[in-house]
């Protein structure tokens, strides 16, 4: 569980409000620009996630690790998948791509075989929350510099009539209520 006093949760809700009011107007929006714990502290607000995802940045790479209960597995009852995984992060044919680059699964590599197939795979496109997908359908760039990932909004379109931005209102709102620490 990543630990962020209550202000700064305020304060990155407010910046990530800000950047998805101005992509639903299409008007001028500012980069928004998210480090490693701005992330973090954005998964943690998330029930699902909480505790189960942690993102790193560092030297311009993205990597991730994540522990989830096995228990729907046979034999899993009890016990956790652990990965540990390097994303590549592009823009391709205008959409936000995220593809796997290296991974390793309860300390033990991904044979390549597995690796290559997975690779190739948009790992965007298995996000289940479609408001998301749909903000996410307005990111005109995205760019690692050092510890931080830097998004801009494509500018003059509107979103999608069936995007609610306000449900993901709701939900920054709610993870920022939750406390000094999330």
Do not use: H
């Not at 998210?34 to 699902?48: G, H, M, P, R, W």
């Not at 991730?64 to 823009?91: E, K, Q, Y």
């Not at 760039?141 to 003059?156: C, G, T």
């Amino acid at each position: 569980v990543v630990e962020i006093p209550r202000e700064e949760v305020e304060q990155l809700n407010k910046r990530l409000r800000s950047f998805l009011k101005g992509m639903d107007g299409g008007g001028a929006v500012n980069d928004l620009v998210l480090s490693e714990k701005d992330i973090n502290a954005l998964i943690e607000q998330d029930e699902e996630l909480r505790g189960r995802v942690y993102i790193r940045i560092q030297d311009g790479k993205i990597g991730g690790d994540v522990s989830m209960p096995a228990d729907i597995a046979p034999g899993g009852s009890g016990r956790f998948f652990n990965a540990s995984a390097l994303f590549d992060v592009s823009m391709k044919n205008g959409s936000l791509w995220v593809s796997l680059s290296d991974a390793s699964v309860n300390g033990e590599p991904i044979p390549a075989i597995f690796l290559n197939t997975i690779a190739e795979e948009n790992l965007i496109d298995l996000y289940e929350d479609k408001d998301s997908a749909k903000i996410l359908q307005k990111i005109e760039s995205v760019r690692i510099e050092e510890d931080k990932i830097i998004l801009r909004a494509r500018m003059n379109e509107k979103m999608p009539a069936s995007t609610d931005v306000t449900c993901q209102e709701k939900k920054i709102n709610a993870g920022s209520r939750e406390g000094n620490a999330i």
